[in-house]
């Protein structure tokens, strides 16, 4: 026979459970989530995980998850390209490993556990020295969230996804299904802060998705097991995945000569690779067009040699 404050306790956890299903914005009257926990059935005791890569493993991948109830989709999708992580589920383990560095990239997933600040500090530094991430946070925390571009808007667990038509988004169709495992809470709203870019919407308008620190870092408002198709949710993983190891190539190179008379000489040049291509033009050009290979983050310089009028 229970007691009553644990009574009490699984009665809280039970109205959680329904404004859940309702998409409320707060969890429970006077506290937007769990104090101990965001499973809403206790997990049972986990063990502790910590897989090292393999030599083959062409990048250092380094995954904390705490805790999953469906689908691991970064789990599913860092095994379909090939990567051996170093995975753990110990939150305290995850900061050692973080601080020893040596990481291509960092994907830390808070779902279950309210642990944040034992690694926050170390996952901030990564971030701002350069480092690539993908995180998401049941909790929220500000800090965290900040790191990476983002606030939470107050309002929780939605039922779709709208995406845009960036890499983080191929293969998949709008409307992306959301379906809750058992979580309190599977999907917070977020906003763009700082250099944060929107790359996916939940129906009400928040963001789902945000890109930022240059287009290394990006943070999901919904927890990878959270998706009403796993396949949907692994070729996400999948996506992000890619989209922070392939850096994107820019597209285009172009431009005009103003004020010159017959035909110039154009020089392109990549002084990153130092490939370059020249282009006879009397007034356009694209070096892209004519051959040249542009990367994001590479120097480029165009010269003109004609006459002018």
């Known amino acids: 026979m229970y007691s009553r404050p644990l009574f009490r306790r699984f009665t809280a956890i039970a109205a959680l459970a329904i404004a859940s299903v309702c998409g409320s914005s707060a969890a429970v009257a006077g506290d937007s989530k769990p104090s101990?926990?965001?499973?809403?059935?206790?997990?049972?005791?986990?063990?502790?995980?910590?897989?090292?890569?393999?030599?083959?493993?062409?990048?250092?991948?380094?995954?904390?998850?705490?805790?999953?109830?469906?689908?691991?989709?970064?789990?599913?999708?860092?095994?379909?390209?090939?990567?051996?992580?170093?995975?753990?589920?110990?939150?305290?383990?995850?900061?050692?490993l973080l601080q020893a560095g040596g990481w291509d990239l960092v994907i830390a997933l808070q779902q279950n556990y309210p642990a944040t600040s034992t690694y926050a500090s170390s996952l901030s530094a990564y971030v701002a020295a350069g480092g690539k991430a993908i995180y998401s946070d049941w909790t929220s925390d500000a800090t965290m969230l900040g790191s990476f571009g983002a606030a939470a808007t107050g309002s929780l667990n939605f039922l779709s996804i709208t995406p845009t038509s960036s890499a983080i988004w191929t293969s998949l169709t709008s409307p992306i299904a959301l379906l809750n495992p058992g979580w309190g809470i599977y999907a917070v709203g977020l906003s763009p802060i700082g250099d944060g870019v929107v790359d996916g919407t939940y129906e009400n308008g928040d963001a789902a998705v945000i890109v930022a620190n240059a287009g290394r870092t990006i943070i999901n408002g919904t927890l990878q097991d959270s998706y009403n198709d796993p396949n949907q949710g692994i070729q996400i993983a999948v996506n992000e995945i890619n989209y922070l190891l392939t850096p994107p190539v820019a597209s285009a190179l172009k431009g005009t000569i103003i004020g010159q008379s017959g035909k110039a000489s154009v020089k392109c040049l990549n002084e990153s690779t130092g490939q370059s291509v020249t282009i006879k033009t009397k007034k356009s050009f694209d070096c892209v067009g004519a051959g040249l290979t542009i990367g994001t983050g590479q120097t480029f310089t165009v010269t003109a040699k004609g006459t002018v009028k």
Do not use: C, W
């Not at 380094?62 to 805790?67: E, Q, S």
């Not at 691991?72 to 305290?92: E, H, K």
């Open 36 to 96: 101990v926990q965001n499973a809403i059935h206790q997990p049972a005791s986990r063990a502790k995980i910590k897989l090292s890569p393999q030599a083959t493993s062409a990048v250092n991948v380094l995954y904390f998850v705490d805790y999953s109830l469906g689908t691991d989709s970064f789990a599913m999708a860092l095994s379909s390209l090939g990567i051996s992580p170093t995975m753990t589920n110990d939150a305290t383990e995850f900061n050692t």
